[in-house]
């Protein structure tokens, strides 16, 4: 989830509780679990704001491959994403490290 996505939710269910509405109507309504409602009816918009920040600064596994898998994306745009998972974990020609441990 993304910073304007992440705001967005949270501002939804404050909204939907300002307009009475129970946890289970603004789960329904929002398709989210109860749990996560309460979460988020429980934090203020500092809390929010911090929890979307770290999220942000967050690095991940595939973050290195990032432009690797672009170019083959966009070379192969039927490409499935076992297929990239499949072509990520082929050992390097040049006799390098396989990228397994993802």
Known sequence: MNVAEGWNMYSEIQSLKDMHF?????????????TTVYKYLNMSPEEIELILENQKKRTKK????????????TQYRDMTSAQVLDWLQEPKIDGGVSCYGF
């Not at 595939?62 to 994306?73: A, Q, T």
């Open 62 to 73: 595939l973050d290195k491959h990032r432009d690797l898998i672009r170019s083959w994306l």
């Open 22 to 34: 129970n946890v289970s109507q603004i789960s329904r309504r929002l398709d989210l679990s109860r």
